[in-house]
């Protein structure tokens, strides 16, 4: 029974209270742990969280706690929905409490600045006896409370893990589709946020439909090329953690990445348009991790380095669209199976 399982998603943004949401419409029962108290109590009495989801009414069975022992102790599966920067420091603070038994799940879209690591190689740093899982796709999170229908993926090693996950996820309006390349789901899920920034500048400057349909197109060939570098099968970007969620996050007003793109677009400065968001934007933080990893390992990311050279070293959009037009050229699409 569903209602006998205990749940825990760490992490109250708009994300993490979505899941949470989720697991509750399914007919479990999951606590939310996050920092801070004003915000739990709003969950636990009026069933909101104003702050990041507006007054979408949360189910009634969303519990929410500023305890993290009492979260996780004896959790049948964990969902980590910190920021990448608090994913390792939230590892530590549960390794002590945390069963063997319990699956953990990140669903955090971003890269450790430490050494290159995902969030799946964080927690499994952390948390090395449990089996993890990464949970990616094209998941706007106000269209998810809105029951609008949507898809997702779950990437693990564990079998148990991704039927798990399937279980306490999928509803009518919520289908989750299973992967083994773990690193091939979660990079499409940080790597896209690149280049919604990228949409959204081009959006501002209202380019036109076929110069944002070459962007997203090369944003792919860019995603796999990098992934694959990093032991990613590239068949998993023509799916929805990579196809799927590039489009809608370089299409959608909704996506925190394509919002500060769209400002930088309008002439703001990086810190105007991050000031304005009031939320996290991975993306940008992805970006320099990712163009500092493609020059140390010579992958050619001409789209993101492009955008870090605008962002960051004052490079004007006009020049830098000359240098990409004129940039060398590359087969269409690449890792094509040759028929003898």
């Given at each position: 029974?569903?209602?006998?399982?205990?749940?825990?998603?760490?992490?109250g943004?708009?994300?993490?209270?979505?899941?949470?949401?989720?697991?509750?419409?399914?007919?479990?029962?999951?606590?939310?742990?996050?920092?801070?108290?004003?915000?739990?109590?709003?969950?636990?009495?009026q069933?909101?969280?104003?702050?990041?989801?507006?007054?979408?009414?949360?189910?009634?069975?969303?519990?929410?706690?500023?305890?993290?022992?009492?979260?996780?102790i004896?959790?049948?599966?964990?969902?980590?929905?910190?920021?990448?920067?608090?994913?390792?420091s939230v590892?530590?603070?549960?390794?002590?409490v945390?069963?063997?038994?319990?699956?953990?799940?990140?669903?955090?879209?971003?890269?450790?600045?430490?050494g290159?690591?995902?969030m799946?190689?964080?927690?499994?740093d952390?948390?090395p006896?449990?089996?993890?899982?990464?949970?990616?796709?094209p998941?706007?999170?106000?269209?998810?409370?809105?029951?609008?229908l949507?898809?997702?993926?779950?990437?693990?090693?564990?079998?148990?893990?991704?039927?798990?996950?399937?279980?306490?996820?999928?509803?009518?309006?919520?289908?989750?589709y299973?992967?083994?390349?773990?690193?091939?789901?979660e990079?499409?899920?940080?790597?896209?946020?690149?280049?919604?920034?990228?949409?959204?500048?081009?959006?501002?400057?209202?380019?036109?439909?076929?110069?944002?349909?070459?962007?997203?197109?090369?944003?792919?060939a860019?995603?796999?090329?990098?992934?694959?570098?990093?032991?990613a099968?590239?068949?998993?970007?023509?799916g929805?953690?990579?196809?799927?969620?590039?489009?809608?996050?370089?299409?959608?007003?909704?996506?925190?990445?394509?919002?500060?793109?769209?400002?930088?677009g309008?002439g703001?400065?990086?810190?105007q348009?991050?000031?304005?968001?009031?939320?996290?934007?991975?993306?940008?933080?992805?970006l320099?991790?990712?163009?500092?990893?493609?020059?140390?390992?010579?992958?050619?990311?001409?789209?993101?380095?492009?955008?870090y050279?605008?962002?960051?070293?004052?490079?004007?959009?006009?020049e830098?669209?000359?240098?990409?037009?004129?940039?060398?050229?590359?087969?269409?699409?690449?890792?094509l199976?040759?028929q003898?």
């Amino acid at each position: 029974m569903k209602e006998a399982l205990k749940i825990a998603v760490l992490g109250g943004g708009s994300f993490g209270t979505t899941i949470c949401n989720l697991i509750a419409e399914s007919g479990a029962r999951p606590t939310l742990w996050l920092r801070s108290q004003d915000r739990a109590d709003e969950i636990n009495q009026q069933h909101k969280n104003s702050y990041y989801l507006a007054d979408f009414k949360l189910n009634p069975h969303v519990k929410a706690t500023t305890d993290i022992d009492q979260a996780v102790i004896d959790a049948h599966i964990v969902f980590v929905a910190v920021p990448s920067h608090s994913c390792r420091s939230v590892s530590q603070k549960i390794s002590n409490v945390i069963s063997a038994q319990t699956m953990v799940v990140s669903v955090t879209k971003g890269i450790e600045s430490t050494g290159f690591k995902l969030m799946s190689q964080v927690l499994k740093d952390e948390l090395p006896n449990n089996a993890i899982g990464v949970l990616s796709g094209p998941n706007l999170a106000v269209e998810i409370v809105q029951r609008q229908l949507t898809g997702t993926v779950i990437a693990s090693e564990d079998l148990q893990l991704i039927e798990s996950v399937q279980s306490v996820l999928q509803s009518n309006y919520f289908r989750v589709y299973a992967s083994q390349d773990i690193f091939g789901v979660e990079l499409g899920g940080a790597l896209k946020n690149i280049y919604a920034i990228i949409s959204g500048m081009a959006a501002a400057m209202e380019l036109g439909d076929n110069t944002r349909a070459m962007l997203m197109t090369r944003s792919l060939a860019e995603m796999s090329r990098f992934a694959v570098s990093m032991g990613a099968n590239p068949l998993t970007f023509l799916g929805l953690a990579g196809v799927g969620d590039l489009i809608v996050t370089c299409s959608s007003s909704l996506s925190r990445n394509y919002q500060v793109g769209h400002a930088i677009g309008n002439g703001q400065t990086l810190k105007q348009a991050t000031e304005q968001l009031g939320q996290v934007a991975e993306g940008v933080n992805t970006l320099k991790l990712v163009v500092d990893k493609a020059k140390e390992n010579d992958i050619y990311m001409p789209l993101a380095s492009g955008l870090y050279d605008i962002i960051f070293s004052g490079i004007s959009v006009s020049e830098m669209v000359e240098q990409l037009m004129m940039g060398e050229q590359s087969q269409d699409v690449e890792f094509l199976l040759h028929q003898k």
